[in-house]
């Protein structure tokens, strides 16, 4: 098998299942307890936070484990607007954030939010003039991605946080695809909530956090008991949460909050070869996203008169697992929300393939898949005549 789908999720790394494993067993104690076997999985959940703390220039108690991103997000947009609703009620967004973001908007909007959708380029970049002409007297919170979770496109997130700091706005990214993969300094870039999420980069799926500054008064999202200070409530996930920890340790050197240099430029390598291979042998494919302001793993293409799903199939059936786009709307018939507000027909975006790379691939690998394309476009093609 050749995965290529690390954006939807990523094989847990052996450090974080040994590292969670005595705590099914051995120090199973609820984190809320007195008594000692409670106190060895506190004493977990308060390292834990110290660890990804240092990895983003931030203070232990301003991380919140939750349940993973969708969670983090749904909190940092609705806690704000009921924190700050006497305020204002207006938020700025973009047009391709995760639907977590955009659904939440949704429901925000039935609330009384009033919400600002900013449009993107062609490589999906947003444009700071327009998010500058968009901030109104009530606006209370921008919410951009820190990068594009199916074009892998990297937004200006320092800009963005230095604008929303200068109107006295508060600032919230979505920093599921780059968490893990390059530093993410939340002081230098002026970020008030940042959500985050353990699977994407090693740790287990279940388990996640919402970074929140002292600035940010937000309240508690989930309610009942008194956990994570009162914000958060339910019994801490324990096993997930130092998984996730573990994964943050082999992923950044926490002494200064950046990642092994060497991984990302073989991973950036390793993507540039394949973008490279395609667009001289396959007619009419079309790289989505920025060509340099982009993840370190991420290949977008749509290829002219190609169902993006029967590409998958057919990739399957070669043992390579890919995506057409978002984890989260796998299985739909339509053409991806991002694609289209990049301004790419529909026709186009139903022909996307997203191929998402992580450390355990190989130059090997990436001219087998490249062959089995060639065959699978011509293919498709073919039958389409």
């Known amino acids: 098998m050749i995965y290529l789908d690390n954006a939807a999720t990523t094989r847990t790394v052996p450090e974080a299942v040994e590292a969670m494993l005595p705590y099914f ?5 609820n984190a809320g307890s007195i008594y000692r076997l409670g106190s060895e999985s506190r004493k977990a959940v308060i390292q834990a936070k110290e660890t990804i703390a240092a990895t983003l220039g931030a203070e232990p108690n301003e991380i919140y484990f939750t349940s993973g991103g969708t969670e983090s997000d749904n909190w940092a947009l609705k806690a704000v607007y009921e924190a700050y609703r006497e305020k204002g009620k207006h938020i700025i967004t973009s047009s391709i954030e995760h639907h977590a973001v955009l659904h939440s908007c949704e429901y925000l ?7 600002t959708y900013l449009d993107v380029d062609a490589d999906g970049l947003i444009s700071v003039e327009q998010l500058k002409r968009a901030i109104r007297p009530d606006t209370i919170l921008i919410s951009i991605m820190y990068a594009n979770n199916e074009i892998g496109t990297i937004q200006p997130v320092r800009e963005v946080g230095e604008i929303a700091a200068a109107h006295d706005i508060l600032f919230h990214t979505d920093a599921v695809q780059v968490y ?3 530093p993410v300094d939340v002081e230098q870039c002026h970020i008030d909530l940042l959500s985050a999420s353990g699977h994407k980069f090693g740790g287990p799926k279940g388990a996640g956090f919402l970074y929140v500054s002292k600035k940010a008064k937000i309240r508690s999202f989930l309610h009942g008991g008194q956990q994570e200070r009162g914000r958060r409530a339910g019994t801490e996930n324990v096993p997930g949460i130092v998984g996730m920890e ?5 992923a950044y050197d926490t002494a200064d909050g950046k990642p092994a240099a060497g991984k990302l430029e073989r991973v950036k390598m390793l993507r540039d070869y394949l973008i490279s291979r395609i667009e001289q042998e396959i007619p009419g494919a079309k790289l989505n996203g920025h060509r340099t302001k982009r993840l370190p793993g991420n290949v977008n293409f749509s290829f002219e008169d190609v169902q993006g799903e029967s590409a998958l199939i057919m990739l399957d059936m070669k043992g390579i697992c890919a995506s057409s786009g978002s984890a989260c709307t796998s299985g739909s018939l339509e053409p991806s929300h991002v694609l ?4 790419q027909p529909p026709e186009l975006a139903r022909g996307s393939l997203r191929m998402t790379l992580g ?3 190989t130059m090997e690998e990436m001219d087998t898949v490249v062959e089995a394309l060639k065959e699978i476009v011509e293919r498709i093609r073919v039958c389409r005549l």
Do not use: D, M
């Open 109 to 115: 909007k039935r609330q009384g939010a009033e919400i």
């Open 180 to 182: 893990g993969q390059f």
């Open 246 to 250: 573990a994964a943050v340790k082999r």
């Open 25 to 29: 067993t051995e120090y199973y104690g």
């Open 359 to 361: 450390e355990e691939n």
């Open 340 to 343: 289209l507000a990049a301004g």
